[in-house]
């Protein structure tokens, strides 16, 4: 099977260098909806977007124009299949990512209490609502997280999967609504472990109706524009689920 000369053209073409060259490029291929773009370092996330920005990994300035195209596709594509093909295509394309991980916060000392409790309402929420079947995980309390209310982080090579819980949403919302997330948080460990991707989807919702959470539970934890919002993304752990 030959090739079309005209894509093997394309192929070849100067490869954009920044954030702005990549934008106008997407641009000529049909990006309509998305109004910047930015590159980003993310080892998990390869292409995400919402509130009008495109997140691209700074790997795919590399990308021939097919890979390209898919991420247009994931944008404006009017179909779920349509996505779908197009997540597959950008996911297989080999993007390099830094080897040495990024060390995790700790939990402060003055926080532990909070770490201890949390972990005795895993124990509990792990019986009530998964049977005991999930694993004993590391909680974290995290004083740096002001956007997110909580985030589970799956095992990585000499990391272990975790919970973290934002201290600003317990001084916030409360205890009860931090229990709410601290659930809302295993939902997703049990996509893990059941080897499920690790969204927001139908699988996700599911459970989170079973077990008595919102799918998509939102708390306005800072006035920056677009945190707290839905964003769409292809990461990596797709690929592999996919």
């Given at each position: 099977h030959r090739r079309d000369p005209?894509?093997?053209?394309?192929?070849?073409?100067?490869?954009?260098?920044?954030?702005?060259?990549?934008?106008?490029?997407?641009?000529?291929l049909g990006?309509?909806?998305?109004?910047?773009c930015r590159l980003t370092r993310n080892?998990?996330?390869?292409?995400?977007?919402?509130g009008g920005e495109l997140r691209v990994h700074e790997g795919y300035l590399n990308a021939p124009t097919r890979v390209l195209e898919a991420?247009?596709?994931?944008?404006?594509?009017?179909?779920?299949?349509?996505?779908?093909?197009?997540?597959?295509?950008?996911?297989?394309?080999?993007v390099r990512t830094p080897r040495t991980p990024v060390r995790r916060e700790g939990t402060h000392a003055d926080d532990e209490h909070i770490?201890?409790?949390?972990?005795?309402?895993?124990?509990?929420?792990?019986?009530?609502?998964?049977?005991?079947?999930?694993?004993?995980?590391d909680i974290r309390?995290?004083?740096?997280?002001?956007?997110?209310?909580?985030?589970?982080?799956?095992?990585?090579?000499?990391?272990?999967?975790?919970i973290a819980i934002s201290?600003?949403?317990?001084?916030?919302?409360?205890?009860?609504?931090?229990?709410?997330?601290?659930?809302?948080?295993m939902v997703h460990q049990w996509?893990?472990?059941?080897?499920?991707?690790?969204?927001?989807?139908a699988t996700f919702r599911a459970k989170a109706r079973h077990v008595g959470v919102a799918p998509l539970a939102r708390r306005a934890l800072s006035a920056k524009p677009g945190r707290g919002l839905g964003f769409s993304t292809v990461n990596r752990r797709a690929a592999r689920q996919g």
């Open positions: 005209a894509q093997l053209d394309l192929d070849f073409a100067p490869r954009p260098r920044d954030a702005e060259e990549l934008f106008n490029v997407l641009c000529g990006l309509r909806t998305i109004r910047r080892r998990n996330v390869m292409v995400s977007f919402g991420i247009v596709t994931f944008v404006e594509g009017r179909t779920r299949a349509d996505r779908r093909a197009a997540q597959q295509l950008i996911v297989g394309f080999p770490v201890d409790e949390l972990t005795v309402w895993h124990r509990r929420y792990n019986m009530r609502h998964f049977n005991g079947r999930l694993r004993a995980i309390v995290s004083r740096r997280m002001k956007s997110r209310l909580g985030h589970y982080t799956a095992a990585a090579p000499g990391e272990p999967a975790e201290l600003a949403h317990l001084r916030k919302h409360g205890w009860e609504e931090t229990l709410h997330t601290l659930l809302h948080e996509q893990d472990e059941a080897g499920h991707t690790i969204d927001h989807g």
